[in-house]
């Protein structure tokens, strides 16, 4: 691989160039907000996902602060290493500089990947998990070396860690080995042993889901319920003909694992990718779930096109370019390499009753700022006694990770919410006289307490629907237990 290090340079700084510029500009993604809070509260599981976001946030906490720019060169870091990754796999799988070459801008041309390797998100990292578990078992098949098969069960434990959907991947890989060489590998200790550090390193989340009641269940009740029972069945497969470039070296790939002389011994990866594939449309996934899975087909059909192509190698060039002119312009709208003003003229965005319409990606990057600015003046004018005399309620975790995040730098006190991970949190004091409330409507403080003072509205004419025109409250004398009021809501702490 060392002499093909140039190549995957080239490629990884352009896409390190993009992201620089992507990553600093806008603000935190409401996701993020969330993914930094809990990383102060360190724990072997949260309500929404498990540790590994948690744990990452904290080095990027103590590296760079809460810099925009720095908590997101870890997803960046991330897609850097998927890109390494798929271009090693072509290696592996018999390609020379050509195939290495195309691999690598099958990850830059593959659209989506810029908006995963931007926002910091257990998404990223995900990806990276399945394609780093997809190169060690191309190394185990390769040289039959057992360390690879335990390092493959330590990549799917840590995947675990990070996000449930690596049980996905494992169930693939599992049916996939069921066709190497006839499933002789089940009989061996190897396998098991790998099995069960995945299980080991798994074991505290597992411990930590039990000891509270099994959360994951309750959120994949609420998301099945909220979204994916929503999703048609047709469009999982649909969305994997968006890009289709990418998606035509993909079925060369696919095609070669089980028809080419050279490749087929890798069949059982193939095999895994299509058993991933089927179970994710099968529990009506978000087509995103599978795009982990695409790396290691682009690397062996980038294989293949180098084969082809072999008596004349210039038409490789030609591939490249096929593959990553037509994206480009598709970019900014991935991630945000554009000033927001120069994006909204880019893509003709029009105002409408004041505002600009946003891809919900985009729109949930502004507002928060103006949220913290205002509930810090009502902090700074109500709450003379400090945090024992007051509390900053908020309706939702974008809201209260705004104010956990950004308000730090105005010395602003931990907030409440009864949503998600920031239930488990708490409702610190129940017997403060002012709670200040944001995003939460009149029924809502209405039911809580005796007096309530609509202090304004919020607008932001980029922000996204549901956080335009939230109301902030001044609200006293509480009405109801808050201890009891608090813990009733559990069950509908994803509503």
């Given at each position: 691989m060392k002499k093909y290090l140039p190549i995957?340079?080239?490629?990884?700084?352009?896409?390190f160039i993009i992201h620089w510029f992507g990553n600093q500009n806008y603000g935190f993604h409401r996701d993020e907000l969330l993914h930094l809070s809990v990383s102060e509260h360190l724990a072997w599981g949260f309500m929404e996902f498990p540790p590994f976001i948690a744990l990452v946030g904290k080095v990027s906490y103590l590296l760079f602060d809460y810099s925009l720019l720095g908590v997101r060169i870890f997803p960046t870091l991330a897609g850097l290493a998927i890109l390494y990754l798929c271009c090693a796999m072509a290696k592996e799988l018999g390609g020379k500089s050509k195939a290495v070459l195309i691999a690598g801008v099958c990850v830059l041309a593959f659209l989506p990947f810029y908006r995963n390797h931007t926002l910091f998100q257990p998404v990223a990292f995900d990806q990276l998990f399945w394609t780093l578990g997809f190169f060690f078992l191309i190394k185990y098949i390769k040289t039959e070396n057992s360390k690879f098969l335990l390092l493959m069960g330590a990549t799917a434990g840590l995947g675990l860690m990070n996000k449930y959907t690596m049980l996905v991947w494992g169930f693939g890989i599992a049916i996939g080995l069921l066709f190497y060489k006839k499933a002789e590998l089940y009989k061996s200790k190897w396998l098991y042993l790998s099995g069960g550090l995945a299980l080991l390193i798994f074991l505290p989340?597992?411990?930590?889901?039990?000891?509270?009641?099994?959360?994951?269940?309750?959120?994949?009740?609420?998301?099945?319920?909220?979204q994916l029972d929503a999703i048609d069945p047709l469009d999982f497969g649909l969305s994997q003909l968006e890009f289709i470039f990418t998606f035509i070296v993909s079925l060369i790939g696919l095609s070669v694992v089980f028809f080419d002389a050279q490749l087929k011994k890798y069949k059982s990866v193939g095999i895994a990718f299509l058993a991933i594939f089927f179970t994710m449309w099968i529990l009506q996934s978000k087509a995103y779930y599978f795009f982990a899975a695409y790396p290691v087909v682009f690397a062996a059909g980038a294989v293949k096109i180098e084969h082809l192509l072999s008596v004349k190698p210039k038409w490789n060039y030609a591939v490249v370019a096929v593959l990553i002119v037509p994206v480009i312009p598709f970019i900014p709208q991935l991630t945000p390499i554009l000033p927001i003003e120069s994006y909204v003229e880019y893509t003709d965005k029009q105002v409408i009753d004041g505002r600009i319409e946003l891809t919900g990606d985009y729109a949930d990057m502004f507002g928060w700022e103006e949220q913290v600015s205002l509930v810090d003046s009502l902090y700074q004018e109500y709450c003379t006694d400090g945090i024992t005399n007051c509390v900053i309620w908020a309706e939702n975790y974008g809201e209260a990770g705004a104010i956990k995040i950004l308000g730090d730098k105005y010395g602003l006190p931990d907030p409440i919410s009864r949503h998600g991970s920031f239930w488990l949190w708490g409702y610190q004091n129940k017997d403060a006289d002012v709670w200040i409330s944001i995003g939460n409507e009149t029924g809502s403080v209405n039911s809580v307490?005796?007096?309530?003072?609509?202090?304004?509205?919020?607008?932001?004419?980029?922000?996204?629907?549901?956080?335009?025109?939230?109301?902030?409250?001044?609200c006293r004398k509480p009405k109801l237990d808050i201890e009891q009021w608090w813990k009733d809501y559990e069950n509908h702490i994803f509503d």
């Open positions: 995957v340079g080239v490629l990884a700084f352009f896409k989340n597992i411990l930590w889901q039990l000891s509270s009641d099994v959360p994951f269940l309750l959120h994949l009740e609420v998301l099945k319920s909220k307490f005796e007096e309530v003072e609509l202090v304004k509205r919020i607008y932001h004419k980029y922000a996204i629907g549901e956080e335009n025109g939230i109301p902030v409250y001044i």
